[in-house]
């Protein structure tokens, strides 16, 4: 299985909602990531989580919390988002780096609009 | 400052011909690179790896080269099929270390 789940598929929201985004695998992975993706432009990465905390923040604004309950799971936590902050939120998960490879899972992602 | 760079927007091939997608990178530093394949919709998908002790990986239809003196990477994909159309991006990395840079993407299409 190298699955990894992320809901909400597709998430509307306003400038002055909280919501958060859900991302789950079950492949033993101890790193999990958050990406940031605009059209037509590569992922970028927001942040790292190595063992259940936070190994890399590349300077996210702090309307993004993330947070990584359990080695299964991993949540991004939004609120007061702006309309350039619309885009396809992608989230990872891989083996931390241990000499083999370091090959990073994919979820389907959810799709942000913030109005 | 991209310092994983396809310089190719898009590709278009006829089906049973060799596709090949190119990727440069600045940081001499990076001694792991992927190719990933992503579909309108859905995540992206590992497709092949190669670590820098080695010039070439091949695995299927799918063959990767590196020229580290050049900093340049490319995929071949020999025969293109129609679903081999996507986008794909080469990533990079410092051998065990959890940050990957990647390309803006390559969408090659590949023509019946």
């Known amino acids: 299985d190298t699955e990894v789940t992320q809901t909400p598929k597709h998430l509307v929201m306003g400038m002055t909602n909280k919501k958060s985004l859900k991302c789950e695998q079950h492949m033993g992975h101890r790193a999990m990531y958050w990406y940031k993706q605009k059209a037509k432009k590569p992922p970028e990465l927001m942040f790292v989580?190595?063992?259940?905390?936070?190994?890399i923040n590349e300077s996210v604004p702090s309307r993004f919390s993330p947070e990584c309950p359990n080695s299964s799971l991993l949540n991004l936590h939004l609120h007061a988002l702006q309309p350039e902050d619309s885009a396809l939120y992608l989230c990872?998960?891989?083996?931390?780096?241990?000499?083999?490879?370091?090959?990073?899972?994919f979820g389907a992602g959810t799709r942000l609009s913030v109005l | 400052d991209q310092q994983v760079k396809q310089n190719s927007p898009s590709l278009s091939v006829q089906e049973g011909r060799i596709s090949i997608l190119n990727c440069d990178y600045t940081n001499s530093m990076f001694d792991y690179f992927l190719w990933y394949k992503k579909y309108p919709a859905e995540g992206p998908t590992f497709l092949i790896s190669?670590?820098?002790?080695?010039d070439k990986n091949e695995d299927g239809r799918f063959t990767v080269f590196l020229n580290k003196s050049a900093k340049h990477l490319s995929l071949h994909i020999v025969p293109s099929q129609p679903g081999d159309s996507a986008v794909y991006f080469c990533?990079?990395?410092?051998?065990?270390?959890?940050?990957?840079?990647f390309g803006s993407g390559t969408k090659l299409n590949v023509k019946p």
């Open positions: 990872a998960s891989s083996q931390v780096g241990i000499g083999g490879k370091n090959i990073q899972y």
């Open positions: 989580y190595s063992y259940e905390k936070l190994s």
């Open positions: 990533a990079a990395s410092v051998y065990n270390f959890n940050k990957f840079y």
């Open positions: 190669i670590s820098s002790i080695k």
